[in-house]
């Protein structure tokens, strides 16, 4: 019988890359297995380009069609900042999506006074989109300027992996609401899902057939096909008939109203709502959610190197992806999405689910974005799968995404007390400071910060309501102001260090290194 070993030689040493991983960012699997995972991660990246103008349009006075051309817009514009952010921003497989962040200060130029005194409510929809199309127009220079400037670069010197774990975890952990609670809106939805999504990507990853993993590569579009029809099935046989209005809202399939509404073949294209309209208030106050997007998609860049077996982006490769990500909240400026850009937390999850981190399939996934935005009928069929469906994913992907997060806590000393001092404050502050703003707002239907100035109110309460962002400022100040001279071992900034410039780990120039040798006219610092 094998002797068991002893507590001292067991250990596991921290390692640059993830291990176990099929394809990782620059491997690609069979242009079939790619083209159905990109499909795949097209149907998750749905989630979010439905939520969102789905809240926010019936608020500026826009009918059925309007959130249908509303969504389209958001899907095509995902499509060309994916495109451009896996060739030119940081060539990481990361979707970039629709984000949350930007919904506080939209919100607030939907009920500025100007807007809501307009009486017809198609009209109200299009100043209003005008309104918000000129805040994110200017609000995007904020993004342009810190990335293409490298001033982002020279932010980075101040990050340390004991102070990145609570904003990369917190990318995940702090989107706990968009998960069970949406899920919880229709449990018999939700549950199974979320058990057979389960069941399938985990369980059952070893089932193969012809020797391709079917299950573990292929389990999101299995389960949501498979709860989609039972969904269908309990609408058809009425078993929501005489439910109240809003759980025939959440679990009925035929309450969106996208397929009815969606035209047959809409091309979005720039200023298609109007000329835009700038106001310095509305401005200053979308300003807040674009560092918000920055500081969530540092954390998600980090993340999905990890996830894509790469090691984690220079300081001027990051830099250079916040640009690109700068130029895209300019598109949905330019194009009316109704929201900015952030990296699709849920899509860097996926990677680590599918064990797939390939460039390709992210890519291909962009040119589904673009083909179904433009046939509207067929996207809007895949749109209207119910909320519960995607939220009840989201409970896996998100806690993904947390996790790949706390690994870097293997690079430091975690049996120092500062070193815990600073990861559970930050960790605990990111979460309960938001929850904090989330339920004064709702209480009295205005955030804590509640002046005379529209625009410090607005700058406020986006930054504090974003987990991400409070641990990121409370982290990363603990983690320069407390013994840091004394705790470079214990911060881990030995293995951190030679991850900050190009030429510091020979494998970044597989990575990173620019298409179509466009790294001679710019060469990486």
Known sequence: MATPPKPEEISHPPMDQLQGLEYCIDSNPSWGEAIA?????????????????????????????????????????????????????????????????????????????????????????????????????V?????????????????????????????????????????????????????????????????LKNFQFRQWPVMERFALIITITVIWAYAHLLTASGAYKHRPDATQKHCRTDRANLISSAPWIKIPYPLQWGAPTFDAGHAFGMMAAVLVSLIESTGAYKAASRLASATPPPAHVLSRGIGWQGIGVLFSGLFGTASGSTVSIENVGLLGSTRVGSRRVIQISAGFMIFFSLLGKF???????????????????????????????????????????IAGVSLFLGLSIPEYFREYTTAAFHGPAHTKAGWFNDFLNTIFLSSPTVAFMVAVFLDNTLDYKDSAKDRGMPWWVKFRTFKGDSRNEEFYTLPFNLNRFFPPS
């Open 37 to 137: 995972m990109g499909f795949q991660h097209y149907i998750l990246a749905l989630g979010t380009a439905v939520m969102i103008p789905s809240y926010l349009v019936p608020l500026m006075g826009g009918n059925d069609g309007d959130k249908v051309r509303v969504v389209q817009t958001l899907l095509f514009v995902e499509g060309i900042n994916t495109l451009l952010q896996t060739l030119f921003g940081t060539r990481l497989p990361t979707i970039i999506g629709g984000s949350w962040a930007f919904v506080v200060p939209i919100v607030s130029i939907i009920h500025d006074s100007s807007l809501t005194r307009i009486t017809d409510p198609h009209e109200r929809f299009l100043s209003t989109m005008r309104a918000i199309q000129g805040a994110l127009i």
């Open 139 to 203: 609000a995007s220079s904020v993004q342009i300027i810190l990335g293409y400037s490298q001033l982002w670069a020279i932010c980075s010197r101040f990050f340390s992996p004991v102070g990145m774990v609570p904003v990369i975890a917190l990318a995940g952990f702090g989107l706990f609401d968009k998960g069970f609670p949406v899920a919880g809106q229709c449990v018999e939805i939700g549950v199974p899902m979320f058990i057979l999504f389960v069941i399938f990507s985990q369980y």
């Open 379 to 421: 996207g809007a069929l895949f749109a209207s799968i119910p909320f519960p469906i995607f939220a009840a994913v989201y409970c896996v992907l998100f806690g993904l995404v947390a996790s790949v997060g706390l690994s870097f806590l293997q690079f430091t000393n975690m049996n120092s007390m500062r070193n815990l001092f």
